[in-house]
């Protein structure tokens, strides 16, 4: 049976693009790419709006986009395995640059997040831990039988845990969060008992009010308050979610039009072009444009998702699986902060917020994905 | 074994991608599901808290209705202003900032303290509070240069009161301030609602008591403005309706000539038409600056005013109240012939005293040695004190009372200004309500020449005058124009009406005769004046503690009292003079109201005007 007769008499979806397909030959996955475009399009769309249609912010925007695609391309060429072997290297430097940053970071906005590198320049390396971390642990239980033993779990949580906690300790509660529940997933996929999982969240209800009394920063406790009560203070700390909920609420079902949110163009939103801004998108769109971007997004993630499922081996499984969480955590913290659900945590709405070093890791993160489709060795 | 591990784990994983996408689903159905809360079920709500977000309605503060002299000249208007305004959400540091504008421009410490108030009161973000108005054309242009080292730091215009007369008009027109808490505490639903513009309220005089028509209607404007307060678009606007001009019957010749002839003296000067009521002239010496009131005077300008031992916030005309003395002579005159006691032929013999029968009290008459054989006229001419001691004592207090509450004494007049005081017509009720005592006939005797308890203020005597022209008829006196005022009904009817132009003829020959009081004043006049002069009696000084750094000598001396009305055969001016400590009633008080009855009466050659026109063409000089 020659190779290609082989690929033919195999179920479409183990077989692959054929070869005639350009992109899969540039480890390109296509639907995931016209995905992702779409995403970013609708972003420029939107963010033409609520950065007040300045077209430099447009083309500062763009420009994190191509950065952003080029790793992804170049990520993609490497096979999994590639990751795979790397991986423990990456975290370890991950790891101690995190240290690093505690020491010796560059301060901003009362947080500590930033490595100055000489001829590299300012670097954030929690970003690096977003792929690090998940990424190690799915390489940490290649090796296991699944599902995973007690102890394997333990040494799971720390992998995940040291990291948060030195994120965290920066201050910069948002990356500590999606840290630690991207490898809380890659735990769920290698088959964490539901007992265990049960047991966790029994465990979380209780210790967040201990949490909130004894290990919390102010400006974050004031954000827990925020949140439970905005009423509270109106016109300080309550304002952002109530001009945001106000945003989204007075948008309706079809929204007031592009270019024509109030709350926004009239500054009552704040943040409008970066975390905030899907509440411009609510408020000019409406419910349809929130549907027609959540529509987006549930295919980028249902597309990871399948890639994982269909993946050759454990570790790309896992990570697959891990990073597409991710994505979706990001989506999830957004918007259940801007429309009040959430307290509110810096994370920004993914592939359309403004700035922020998010877009490239994102990107990247989305490289490996596609490395993982497109690399597949035919012995499975 | 590996291979079916394998397997096995694949199918784990698997499994649970699959529950994954499941929580995927869930979760965003969940978001969905928020979003359909807050977008459809909510929507009305938040719509309404986006368009309260944006939307204000602002209202705009009517433009204060003028107030003109009856010729349609100017005596209060509105002029824009530039006011220093801070937003406090603005500024960065308060303190910093207030220090700083206090070296560029003058802001006094009762400036900022009024600040300070204001910013602790409860009121809108983004609203601005003001630190200092009346800034100069140099304070502007220093600001505006300094401008972007203090942002939240702007130059606001409004219109303000303008007084162009100063304190020319101060006791009569009033003035306008800041309207304030307790104003606004009075005011009904509907009214609040139409001043919710509105930076000024009448506070004193016309401005008071026209307060209503002066202000107008309240308008408003939709506006939508950015989160910091900035106007970007006006949606919606209703104008306000401007208030209405009053036209006064002040004349400005009258007042000026009033004014000037009273010079640096204390006094009082009211000029009314007798044939309508109509106030030409309300004059009180010294005035103040009305100006200074309307944003707020300052600490030392009123202190300066209320220490001044001259008082010109007090409203002599108005509330000073003074024994009228010889100046109601012709009125006792008439009481007299009314009562019975006396008739134009009978005459007396004044010895220079009167001594009350029964008893060995004398009251003396102002002259020395007396007048000799007097007549009703001639008492009148000369003001034979003795005289009418004895026709007040034969006629009674209970008749005098009546007789004089006829020509408005001892009540308020009714003019169309707060404040007024009733002055006191004695009588036997009111000694036993005031003085819990009885009258005595010693009582009457005093009140016959205008002494004792009596009291009147300028304008009261003013209004004596407008009776005594009008022969009895009563009439309100009015300073704006047009006005409907209750008219008084209990009009003077005498049994012989002959006697009103008799005491016309007296009261002529005071200022025309060749023993008349006032001589001084009729001299060279174009027209016949009947006019009567008085002198009241400074008691004491005890209470006003200023005097002790005057010359005291001074501040004893009589005030000096004057009152008329011309020409005798057709009276169009009746005039009440006060100079306080002036002495002389006919020398001192009498040349005010020829001065101010000449501004009325003559054309602009000295001669006798046509009194059935208007003294000026109408509106003539009415342009600003």
Known sequence: MSSRDYLRQLPSHQRGPSNRDLAFRLHIDAPLLAGLLSIMAYGMFILYSAGGEDINLLMRQGMRFLVGFTAMFVLAQFPPRTFRFWTPLLYGIGLIMLILVLLVGIEAKGAQRWLYIPGFGRFQPSELMKIAVPALAAWFFRDRPLPPSFRDVAIALTIVIVPALLIGKQPDLGTALL????????????????????????????????????????YQRRRVDTFLNPEADPLGAGWNIIQSKTAIGSGGIDGKGWLNGTQSRLDFLPESSTDFIFAVLAEELGLLGILLLFALYLFVIGRCLWISYHAQDLFSRLLGAGLAITFFIYVLVNVGMVSGLLPVVGVPLPLISYGGTSIVTLLASFGILMSIHTHRSLMG | MRLRDRQRESQIIQTRLVWTLVFVVIVLGALVSRMIWLQWVQHDRFQALADQNRVQTQPIAPPRGVLVDRHGRILADNQPDFSLVVIPEQVRDLDAALNGLRELISIDDDQIERFHTQLKQRRRAWEAIPLRSRLTMEEIALIAEARHEWPGVRIEAEAIRHYPHGDLFSHVIGYVNRINAEDIAAMDEATLANYSGTNFYGRAGIERQYEKRLHG??????????????????????????????????????????????????GAVIAIDPRDGGVLAFVSRPGFDP??????????????????????????????????GSTIKSMMGLAALEAGVTDWQRTIRDPGYFNLPGTTRVFRDWKRGGHGVVNLHTAVVESCDTYFYDAGLKMGIDHIANFLSHFGLGK????????????????????????????????????????????????????????????????????????????PKNHLVLKNPDNWQRMEAALADVLHGQRGTARAAGRGAAYRIAGKSGTAQVFSLASDVEYKKLDVAERLRDHALFVAFAPVDNPAIAVAVLVENG?????????????????????????LRDLSKPRLQPDKGATP
């Open chain 2, 291 to 324: 100006n200074l009131f309307v944003t707020g005077i300052s600490l030392p300008d009123y202190a300066a005013y209320r220490d001044d031992p001259d008082r010109p916030l007090f409203n002599r005309a108005l509330q000073g109240q003074y024994p009228p």
């Open chain 2, 217 to 266: 209607k309240v308008g408003y404007r939709k506006v939508e403005t950015n989160a910091r307060g900035r106007v970007q678009q006006v949606l919606e606007e209703i104008p306000p309706v401007p208030g209405d001009e009053v036209r006064l019957n002040l004349d400005l010749d009258v007042q000026r000539a009033a004014w000037d002839a009273l010079g640096s003296r204390r």
């Open chain 1, 179 to 218: 840290i630690v529940i991207s490898g809380l997933v890659i735990l769920f996929m290698a088959g964490l008992s539901w007992r265990i999982i049960g047991a966790a969240v029994a465990f979380v209800a209780v210790a967040a009010p201990l949490m909130y009394f004894n290990f919390m920063h102010d």
């Open chain 2, 412 to 487: 308020a007049t009714g003019i169309d200004i707060q404040g007024e005081m009733t002055g006191i017509l004695p009588s036997r009720e009111w000694k036993q309500r005031a003085r819990k005592s009885a009258w005595f006939h010693g009582d009457t005797v005093n009140t016959s020449i205008g002494q004792g308890y009596m009291l009147t203020t300028p304008l009261q005597l003013a209004q004596t005058m407008v009776v005594s022209a009008r022969r009895g008829k009563q009439i309100t006196p009015r300073v704006a124009m047009n006005t409907q005022p209750p008219q």
């Open chain 2, 583 to 607: 002495e002389s009633g006919g020398s001192t008080a009498g040349p005010v109201a020829r001065a101010v009855m000449d501004a009325w009466l003559l054309d602009g050659k000295g001669d």
